[in-house]
T-cell receptor, first 116, second 112 residues
Framework: DARVTQTPRHKVTEMGQEVTMRCQPI?????VFWYRQTMMQGLELLAY????????DSGMPKDRFSAEMPDATLATLKIQPSEPRDSAVYFC??????????????FGSGTRLTVV | AQSVTQLDSQVPVFEEAPVELRCNYS??????LFWYVQYPNQGLQLLLK??????LVKGINGFEAEFNKSQTSFHLRKPSVHISDTAEYFC??????????FGKGTMLLVSP
């Protein structure tokens, strides 16, 4: 059963530290999303890649967040420096964008980040 | 721009009772709608989707949803719920660049 793999599952870090979250999309998927989930805001889109190229990262605080896809099997989301308000669950999702409407992206299990 | 409103943050029901989770959307482009379920400490799993065709869409685990264009709604229903259906349910609409915009979620609490 194909799945999106996210690491780590949990991360506790001190304010000011760098945090890197990783995502392995499903092989063959050409679209990758990063979402953040909090109680207050719900699910927010942070960044979006297609064929490894960033298409939209307007939802991401640019001063501290960065998202990259160094290759087709790895997407990363970095926070530097981290702040307590960044505490959330970060989800990666992947899918195959095509003219055939087969949307329904597959989500990973998330990285639960706690910044103290 | 697209948006989704889930009118109920929490819906408590008894086991074997029917349930409806409400979702209203607004979209300026073609309407593609989804329901996802999130079990505790897990990611989101696709329940069902409306892309075109029949307005009644059947999904996994006995859930179905009806697309109503005039009322801009996409309510989720199940005729008889189980304890195992306790989870958070998210309605979503597909927007620009094929991104999903989610509602705030509805927590379905099924008790014996």
């Amino acid at each position: 059963d194909a799945r999106v793999t996210q690491t780590p599952r949990h991360k506790v870090t001190e304010m000011g530290q760098e945090v890197t979250m990783r995502c392995q999309p499903i092989l063959g998927h050409n679209t990758v999303f990063w979402y953040r989930q909090t109680m207050m805001q719900g699910l927010e889109l942070l960044a979006y890649f297609r064929n490894r190229a960033p298409l939209d990262d307007s939802g991401m605080p640019k001063d501290r967040f960065s998202a990259e896809m160094p290759d087709a099997t790895l997407a990363t989301l970095k926070i530097q420096p981290s702040e307590p308000r960044d505490s959330a669950v970060y989800f990666c999702a992947s899918g195959l964008n095509s003219l055939e409407p087969n949307y329904g992206y597959t989500f990973g299990s998330g990285t639960r980040l706690t910044v103290v | 721009a697209q948006s989704v409103t889930q009118l109920d943050s929490q819906v408590p029901v008894f086991e074997e009772a029917p349930v409806e989770l409400r979702c209203n959307y607004s979209s300026s482009v073609s309407v593609y709608l989804f329901w996802y379920v999130q079990y505790p400490n897990q990611g989101l799993q696709l329940l069902l989707k409306y892309l075109s065709g029949s307005t009644l869409v059947k999904g996994i685990n006995g859930f179905e949803a009806e697309f109503n264009k005039s009322q801009t709604s996409f309510h989720l229903r199940k005729p008889s719920v189980h304890i195992s259906d306790t989870a958070e349910y998210f309605c979503a609409v597909l927007g620009g660049y094929s991104t999903l915009t989610f509602g705030k979620g509805t927590m379905l609490l099924v008790s014996p």
